[in-house]
Nanobody, 124 residues
Framework: QVQLVESGGGSVQAGGSLRLSCAASRGANCMGWFRQAPGKEREGVAAFFDGASYTYYADSVKGRFTFSQDNAKTTLYLQMDNLKPEDTATYYC????????????????????WGQGTQVTVSS
């Protein structure tokens, strides 16, 4: 079991920055950030598989969001810069047991553990 707790959400104006944190009870092979806007399906934002040392980013956030984690791999971060109103959503961190393609394709079913979510609101 992996318990995940997100923090750091809030309200900012467009162009601003926020850093989300996710405390994990232990590390996992695959860690990711997802988001869900009102009335929309949940989408993958960024994912990292330890075995490949490669970070996947959704096209919509590439160049603006940065995924990182501490050396113990028990705290994840999502640095979000140049935020846009369309980034408004509830953000979730998630962990999966499988790596590689299962991690990077960012299907909900491939992630077994989820945090409770933190709200990010970006105003224009």
């Amino acid at each position: 079991q992996v318990q995940l707790v997100e923090s750091g959400g809030g309200s900012v104006q467009a162009g601003g920055s926020l850093r989300l944190s996710c405390a994990a009870s232990r590390g996992a092979n695959c860690m990711g950030w997802f988001r869900q806007a009102p009335g929309k399906e949940r989408e993958g934002v960024a994912a990292f598989f330890d075995g490949a040392s490669y970070t996947y980013y959704a096209d919509s956030v590439k160049g603006r969001f940065t995924f990182s984690q501490d050396n113990a791999k028990t705290t994840l971060y999502l640095q979000m810069d140049n935020l846009k109103p369309e980034d408004t959503a509830t953000y979730y961190c998630a962990a999966g047991r499988r790596g590689g393609a299962y991690c990077y394709r960012m299907n909900d079913d491939d992630y077994q553990y989820w945090g409770q979510g933190t709200q990010v609101t970006v105003s224009s």
